[in-house]
Structures are given as structure tokens and as C-alpha cells.
């Protein structure tokens, strides 16, 4: 615990700004900026959906005015609540193996993706381990026509 995820005050002039905490480097990333909130909240959730498709951990912090000073919100979506990258498909030493698994990881990343993209659509953002693991068990059993056609639905049910 050598490191804290406190988010550091923007700097400038006061606006609404998304930092998003990239591990690796150990720092906070301006992820979108502008002086009005409705923008910077949808681009959380854009670029939430993408970093949790891809599997990685989403730290974000929402910085904006109150009485014009910084203020720092709640973010629209919970701190590293998505899952860890999977184990890894092992390719071994044959070719004709190893090109199996990594399609099936495609598919399943892809299935994982659509999903992700459903329910972004529906406005759930905030995905908690119980969701996930809910997630994790739909893209490992249902076939991409069914997982596109749960991701039309949810689409569906946010646009009504």
C-alpha cells in the first residue's frame, strides 16, 4: 500500500475534469475537461466501458465547481471494482494448439465487450464483483448472436 489513490486537485481555471488513475504509471490522467458537467460525465462512461471491456481496473475521480472553488464528487462509478485480466490462455509448443485458444479469447473478449457496451447504453456504469462475476458467467455461456441480441435489449430498455 505504498501508494495512494488520492486524486490531486486540478489545476487552473475551475471546470468539470475527469482523472482517470493510470496504475502503471502512477498517476492521474486528465480523461475529459469541460466547463459543463453533462460532457464530462458521458465521456466517464465512454471510456469506463472501454477500460472494463478490456479488463482493467477503473479508478476515475470527478473534480468541478461548488461556490466557485474545486470540489471533488462522487464518481459516476465505483474505483477498481472490475475484474482483474484473466488467467491467460498457455499456447504450447504446437501452432495448430495455440491458434484455438487464441481465438476462443477473442470471442470471448468480444462477447465481453458487446455486453459491456449494452449495459453502458442502459447507463450501468457502476458494476460491483457481483456483476461482474454475473458478466463473466453470460459471456462464458452464451454464443455471440445471443450476447448482440441481450445487448439490443438493453439498449432498447434505455432509450424508452
Known sequence: MGTSLESPQPSGDVRWVALFHDASAGAWIPGAESPYEGPVRYAVGEMTQTLRARRDRVTVALWGPKDGAWHR???????????????SLSSSSGNGAAEPARLAERMTDRRHQVLMAGL????????????????GALVERL??????????WLA???AR
Open 73 to 87: 464528487y462522487d464518481a459516476p462509478v465505483a474505483p477498481d471494482t472490475s475484474v482483474a485480466p484473466g488467467t
Open 156 to 158: 432498447t430498455a434505455a
Open 120 to 135: 453502458s447504453k442502459a447507463g450501468l456504469y457502476d458494476l460491483v464483483p457481483d456483476d461482474e462475476a454475473a458478466l
Open 143 to 152: 454464443d455471440e448472436t445471443t450476447v448482440r441480441r441481450v445487448a439490443h
